[in-house]
């Protein structure tokens, strides 16, 4: 088994699996095309947000949910994992 562990940028978790914007769920999908799995590292949200859109719907591509990071001034803190 061939697999393959990816960051292509944020995605979006909903009912019907996980979303981002179109350039980024080709990339992952063509990537699916030629490997046995995918896994994608990515920060994840429910909120509506600009990168969602287009379902990701290779059946050989899973998330690992990384946790989201704040930039709050000159601060940078990851936020807790819920």
């Given at each position: 088994?061939?697999?393959?562990?990816?960051?292509?940028g944020?995605?979006?978790?909903?009912?019907?699996?996980?979303?981002?914007?179109?350039p980024?769920?080709r990339?992952?999908e063509t990537f699916?095309?030629?490997?046995?799995?995918?896994?994608v590292?990515?920060?994840v949200?429910t909120?509506?947000t600009?990168y969602?859109?287009?379902r990701?719907?290779?059946?050989?591509?899973?998330?690992?949910?990384?946790?989201?990071?704040s930039?709050?001034?000159d601060?940078?803190?990851?936020l807790?994992v819920?």
């Amino acid at each position: 088994m061939i697999r393959l562990g990816i960051y292509p940028g944020p995605l979006c978790r909903g009912a019907a699996g996980y979303e981002t914007y179109g350039p980024h769920a080709r990339y992952v999908e063509t990537f699916a095309r030629y490997f046995d799995a995918v896994v994608v590292f990515a920060p994840v949200t429910t909120r509506e947000t600009n990168y969602r859109g287009y379902r990701i719907e290779a059946p050989n591509v899973r998330a690992v949910e990384l946790p989201r990071i704040s930039h709050q001034g000159d601060r940078n803190r990851l936020l807790p994992v819920r």
